[in-house]
Structure formats: C-alpha cells, structure tokens
C-alpha cells in the first residue's frame, strides 16, 4: 500500500492537528463509487448540483471564530498536557507526543466543545478527541 510513496517523517507527521481513520464503506456504497468511476464518464460529466450543501464560507468562518472563543479552563489544560506527556513516560511507547501534542489536543477538544454546542471544554472533549489527536504523534516500542 506504500508502494510509490514514502511515509511522511516525525516533523512533518506532527503538523496534522489529527489522524481520522475511516472506515471502508458500506457494500451498496462501495458498488455505487465503483460503478460511477468505471462507468466511462468524465468528472465534468456528474452534476455537481446534486451534491447537498452542507456549510458556506460564512458559516465556516463563523464556527472558525466560535471555536476560538471556547472557554478552555486551567485544569482542563492541564489534564490535557498530563496526558501528553505520560505518552513519553510510557514503558511501550518509544516516541512520545511533544508540546504540539498537547496544543492539537487542547485546539481539537475546543472543536469538540462546539460541536456538542457549549461555550467551555469538559475533559470528556479531551478524552474523546486524544486518540484522533495523538495517534500520528506516538510511536510504539
């Protein structure tokens, strides 16, 4: 699956504020992508109308400010950095996550607060966004 490409490194790993897996679509999905792309039809040939619309450029900005503005309290700063730094304490991980760990953590879970529509970040963002965060930062031993 590598073949042709090359793994990023470390440093360049690091500036992805996450790694989202996905998962492989369902079978009727799946049959859909591949009859549409087998088909013989140019791109220019799918209307593009169709595709719902899910956000503007406004609102996007809009949530880009909302998120900004989110109430990130001391102690859930903290929970967020220990949680980055017992990454590099770890006995089975050999790379630890280091401080922009701890900033995408702290950056994503204010993402979470606004999609769960609070003003504040709980440690249950944090919780829930590490591994996204994390994954592409740590190494195992």
Same mark, same amino acid.
């Given at each position: 699956?590598?073949?042709? @490409?090359?793994?990023?490194?470390?440093?360049?790993?690091?500036?992805?504020?996450?790694?989202?897996?996905?998962?492989?679509?369902?079978?009727?999905?799946?049959?859909?992508?591949? @009859? *549409?792309? @087998?088909?013989?039809?140019?791109?220019?040939?799918?209307?593009?109308?169709?595709?719902?619309?899910?956000?503007?450029?406004?609102?996007?900005?809009?949530?880009?400010?909302?998120?900004?503005?989110? @109430?990130?309290?001391?102690?859930?700063?903290?929970?967020?950095?220990?949680?980055? *730094?017992?990454?590099?304490?770890?006995?089975?991980? *050999?790379?630890?996550?280091?401080?922009?760990?701890?900033? *995408?953590?702290?950056?994503?879970?204010?993402?979470?607060?606004?999609?769960?529509?609070?003003?504040?970040?709980?440690?249950?963002?944090?919780?829930?966004?590490?591994?996204?965060?994390?994954?592409?930062?740590?190494?195992?031993?």
């Amino acid at each position: 699956e590598q073949e042709g @490409t090359y793994p990023l490194p470390e440093a360049q790993l690091d500036r992805f504020l996450l790694k989202v897996l996905i998962d492989y679509p369902q079978l009727e999905d799946e049959k859909r992508m591949v @009859t *549409a792309i @087998t088909s013989g039809r140019a791109a220019s040939d799918f209307d593009l109308s169709q595709v719902p619309r899910v956000l503007g450029a406004g609102e996007l900005l809009e949530l880009q400010r909302a998120t900004a503005a989110i @109430t990130v309290d001391d102690e859930v700063i903290d929970y967020a950095v220990r949680i980055v *730094a017992a990454t590099r304490q770890w006995p089975g991980i *050999a790379v630890g996550a280091g401080p922009r760990g701890s900033i *995408a953590l702290v950056r994503a879970s204010r993402a979470q607060a606004v999609l769960a529509g609070r003003d504040f970040v709980t440690p249950d963002d944090v919780r829930d966004i590490a591994r996204p965060a994390l994954r592409h930062r740590i190494a195992l031993a």
